[in-house]
C-alpha cells in the first residue's frame, strides 16, 4: 500500500455553471468513494487544478483516464509524491470555485495576475500549494 498524491492542472473547454459542477460532481463523488481516492477540485475559471489521493496505482490509472477527457485539455501534471498521510481525506473530492479577485491576496501570484497561463502553475509547485490549502478552507460544495 502506498499512497500518493497527485497535483495537475487543465483548461476546461466551457464555461461551466454550478448545476454543471454539482452534477459532475455527483458522479465523480461516487466513483472515488469506491476506489478510496480523496482530493479537491478548484475552478479559476478556465482552469482546473486538481489534487488526487489515493493507492498509486489508483492515482495513476485515473490521471490517466482523466488526461483523456474531452472536457477539459492541456492537462499538465504540476507533481506526484507519496505521503504519509491523506491531507483531504473528509472529501471525496472536495470542490471550490475561486475568482481572480481572490488570489490577489496571495503572495507570489503577481505574474499570474497579469498574464494568466497554465504555464504558471507548472512551474509554480510552491504556490499551487499555497493555493490549494489556502481554499482547502473554502469548499463550495
Ligand atoms: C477536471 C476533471 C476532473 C475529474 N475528476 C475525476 C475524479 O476525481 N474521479 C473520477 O472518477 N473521474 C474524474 N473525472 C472524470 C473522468 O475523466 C471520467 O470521465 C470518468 O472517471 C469516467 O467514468 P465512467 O467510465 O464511469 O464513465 C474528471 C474529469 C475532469 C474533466
Known amino acids: 500500500m502506498s499512497l500518493h498524491c497527485l497535483v495537475y492542472t487543465s483548461l476546461s ?5 454550478d448545476d454543471n459542477i454539482k ?20 475552478y479559476l475559471d478556465p482552469f482546473f487544478i486538481q489534487v ?9 490509472r485515473l490521471f490517466d483516464i482523466i488526461k483523456n477527457d474531452p472536457r477539459h485539455y492541456k492537462v499538465s501534471l504540476i507533481y506526484k509524491k507519496p505521503i504519509a498521510e491523506r491531507h483531504f481525506s473528509n472529501w471525496t473530492m472536495g470542490f ?7 488570489i490577489e491576496m496571495l503572495d507570489g501570484f503577481s505574474d499570474f495576475l497579469q498574464k ?5 502553475f507548472n512551474r509554480s ?6 493555493l490549494l ?9
Open 133 to 141: 490549502y489556502k481554499f482547502k478552507h473554502e469548499i463550495l460544495f
Open 52 to 60: 488526487l489521493e489515493g493507492e498509486e496505482t489508483t492515482v495513476n
Open 23 to 42: 452534477y459532475f460532481l455527483q458522479l465523480i463523488r461516487h466513483k472515488n468513494e469506491i476506489e478510496q481516492v480523496t482530493g479537491m477540485l478548484v
Open 13 to 17: 473547454r466551457q464555461k461551466l455553471s
Open 125 to 130: 509547485p510552491n504556490e499551487v500549494d499555497e
Open 116 to 120: 494568466p497561463s497554465i504555464e504558471f
Open 96 to 102: 471550490s470555485k475561486i475568482s481572480y479577485k481572490d
